[in-house]
Antibody
Framework: EVQLVESGGGLVQPGGSLRLSCAAS????????MHWVRQAPGKGLVWVSR????????SYADSVKGRFTISRDNAKNTLYLQMNSLRAEDTAVYYC???????????WGQGTLVTVSS | SYVLTQPPSVSVAPGKTARITCGGN??????VHWYQQKPGQAPVLVIY???DRPSGIPERFSGSNSGNTATLTISRVEAGDEADYYC???????????FGGGTKLTVL
């Protein structure tokens, strides 16, 4: 069974940093593209970032480019999202999601809430 | 960047057919994917590549895509289908993965 478990969310002040992790199991992690998608409270889904299967290629939404960094450790079956210079508008549930490729998502984690507030 | 337009809400009686549209410029030339999200839960993929169904998704769910509109069709609607539905495409613009704004399906 595919499982994606996010962690690392919480309350952070504007301008602060946070690193999200996503532990994957139930599939060959190193064979799949991975994504981060977020959802502000009461709002719709917004794609954040993606990374290819070996970590050599990444893409970001314009809204987070230069502030967020996606990475992966295939030996640990773990996906990361380093978030710097956080803003109030980054407040959302962040979902870890599995490809197969970079064009859509086939499985989603349960999400972790990030709140940016003073 | 590419924009996908969905109606905010659709209502349907149980047993009837619901159609949720997703509009975009020449969307028929792109592959469209659909997700279902029930309150308090993570999204679930229900249709990929316009009309393919993942394993475990009922045959009542189907998709089509042509011209400027893609459509998710849910036949014989059940109370358990009540959820938010999002369309999504891949685009070669600055934000490559684009979601529509979502449609709330209400079963009357």
């Amino acid at each position: 069974e595919v499982q994606l478990v996010e962690s690392g969310g919480g309350l952070v002040q504007p301008g602060g940093s946070l690193r999200l992790s996503c532990a994957a199991s139930g599939f060959t992690f190193s064979s799949y593209w991975m994504h981060w998608v977020r959802q502000a409270p009461g709002k719709g889904l917004v794609w954040v970032s993606r990374i290819n299967s070996d970590g050599s290629s990444t893409s970001y939404a314009d809204s987070v480019k230069g502030r967020f960094t996606i990475s992966r450790d295939n030996a640990k079956n773990t996906l990361y999202l380093q978030m710097n210079s956080l803003r109030a508008e980054d407040t959302a549930v962040y979902y870890c999601a599995r490809g197969p490729y970079g064009d859509y998502v086939s499985y989603w984690g349960q999400g972790t809430l990030v709140t940016v507030s003073s | 960047s590419y924009v996908l337009t969905q109606p905010p809400s659709v209502s349907v009686a149980p047993g009837k057919t619901a159609r949720i549209t997703c509009g975009g410029n020449n969307i028929g030339s792109k592959s469209v994917h659909w997700y279902q999200q029930k309150p308090g839960q993570a999204p679930v993929l229900v249709i990929y590549y316009d009309s393919d169904r993942p394993s475990g998704i009922p045959e009542r769910f189907s998709g089509s895509n042509s011209g400027n509109t893609a459509t998710l069709t849910i036949s014989r609607v059940e109370a358990g289908d009540e959820a938010d539905y999002y369309c999504q495409v891949w685009d070669s613009s600055s934000d490559p993965v684009v979601f529509g704004g979502g449609t709330k399906l209400t079963v009357l």
